[in-house]
């Protein structure tokens, strides 16, 4: 299936009009989840408040010619003490967290422009131009029967831990690369 034609906008304050655009899209991205706690919409908005509230936070939609909203991504910048790092179950090596990492929370498209490229092409638009050197984000294995973590294998991500981010939400896979492709990700057990 060709990808159809769209646009990205990258955003970096979460104006109201911003926060409703994406709060609609998650809904409909998340329809199937939404009864499960850690989906309803009330605690994706407070995440997405608190994480909006923190540096260098970012987000790109993405929109139809005719301006419909289909997807959406965001990140921010978590330091070395982040709570990111702190609920691994195992701490990650130090090479991971000792510096400033760009933390990507989010990254939804909705179901009909699924399976072209979008997500991609938000998660790289989201990236580019970042300072930090690597990216990281979480991923219940379980999504698409693995297909999610695959497809995050595919953009160059590998597994650094496991967390639980939260009482009521699954376990994720704690995954990091570097924000630009042509620097190595050093996996673990291996130097920097």
């Not at 993405?62 to 959406?72: F, V």
């Not at 991971?96 to 998660?123: N, S, W, Y």
């Not at 570097?178 to 673990?188: A, G, I, K, N, Y």
């Amino acid at each position: 299936m060709a990808e159809p034609e769209s646009c990205i906008r990258r955003h970096t304050a979460l104006t109201s009009d911003l926060r409703s655009t994406i709060t609609e899209v998650y809904a409909e991205v998340r329809a199937d989840l939404l009864d499960h706690p850690n989906y309803r919409v009330d605690v994706f908005l407070e995440r997405l408040d608190r994480h909006a509230d923190e540096p260098g936070w970012a987000a790109v939609m993405a929109y139809t010619l005719e301006g419909a909203a289909i997807g959406y991504a965001y990140a921010n910048t978590i330091g070395p003490d982040d709570r990111w790092w702190k609920r691994m179950t195992v701490p990650a090596a130090p090479r991971f967290t000792a510096r400033d990492t760009v933390a990507v929370k989010e990254i939804g498209v909705t179901p009909a422009h699924r399976g072209v490229g979008l997500a991609r092409r938000m998660h790289d638009a989201l990236l580019d131009g970042r300072r930090e050197r690597y990216a990281t984000l979480m991923v219940n294995p379980a999504a698409g029967d693995g297909k999610v973590m695959r497809l995050y294998e595919g953009w160059g991500y590998r597994e650094i831990g496991a967390v639980r981010p939260g009482a009521e939400a699954p376990w994720l896979v704690c995954m990091g690369r570097s924000v630009r492709m042509s620097d190595t990700f050093p996996l673990p057990g291996s130097e920097e």
